[in-house]
């Protein structure tokens, strides 16, 4: 009977443990929500100027979360790329992915293999700077269940508004925010140059392969290709 008890009271407190923890992961994420939205938004408004219809945006975000690639694909889709294209530039541009997974599943390597699978869906830049700086007591599966759910719901709830804002807010103020394309990756690679001032080398070197790659070949496999032979570049002059 006492045995029992003391089971049931260690149970409770590790539900509430793992409840806490999930709680924790949520209100880490409310920087992720506030950054994600504007941006969501700019994607399903720019994919509906490309030709993509509501509900392909809406879909593209929940089986995708991956916003640079998102708006890279409409932005193709946008210069007549075609499928093989929009692939290969987006397998390079998630390469990075590979890294960021393998370190998370390292921190939750006591999860059961299934539910890493899951949780690797949520894996963002962002979720990965915060997982990195938390303490190992927090790294757990319910703290980054949390974490990415509300950058999940996150991104697909702006993804949703913004299909709904497009028929309300002026065309001008639509066309504008093409430059969120542009404005995500410099916020991406501002962070890796102020670090290492040559990866503005590499960033210049790559703008220059592209507009040449461009006069002779379509733009979509100029992209293609410049991230290729930029990143080739890259890595020898950050060697």
């Known amino acids: 009977m006492i045995l029992n008890i003391k089971r049931e009271r260690f149970a409770m407190k590790k539900l509430n443990q793992n409840k806490q923890m999930f709680i924790w992961g949520l209100k880490k994420g409310i920087p992720i929500l506030i950054g994600f939205i504007p941006i969501s938004i700019a994607f399903s408004v720019i994919a509906v100027q490309t030709g993509l219809s509501k509900l392909e945006c809406i879909v593209m975000s929940i089986m995708l979360l991956a916003g640079a690639s998102q708006l890279m694909a409409v932005n193709m889709l946008s210069v007549g790329a075609g499928s093989l294209e929009i692939i290969i530039a987006t397998l390079i541009i998630n390469i990075r992915h590979l890294i960021m997974s ?11 293999i299934w539910l890493q699978w899951i949780l690797a869906f949520g894996v963002t ?12 007591s927090h790294c757990n599966q319910y703290f980054f269940g949390g974490l990415a759910l509300i950058t999940y719901v996150s991104w697909i709830g702006g993804t949703i508004l913004g299909t709904v804002i497009i028929d309300i807010i002026p065309t001008s103020i639509c066309s504008s ?4 394309l542009y404005a995500m990756f410099i916020g991406l690679i501002m962070p890796s140059i102020h670090e290492d001032f040559k990866v503005l080398y590499v960033v210049l070197i790559s703008i220059c392969i ?7 070949m379509k733009s979509s496999w100029a992209i293609v290709c ?4 930029g990143g080739v570049i890259g890595a020898e002059i950050l060697r």
């Open 210 to 216: 592209n507009i040449l790659l461009g006069i002779i």
């Open 177 to 180: 925010m093409s430059i969120a």
């Open 125 to 136: 830049d962002e979720t990965f700077g915060i997982m990195s700086m938390e303490e190992d």
């Open 226 to 229: 410049s991230t290729i032979l």
């Open 102 to 112: 393998t370190y998370i599943m390292n921190r939750l390597k006591n999860v059961p």
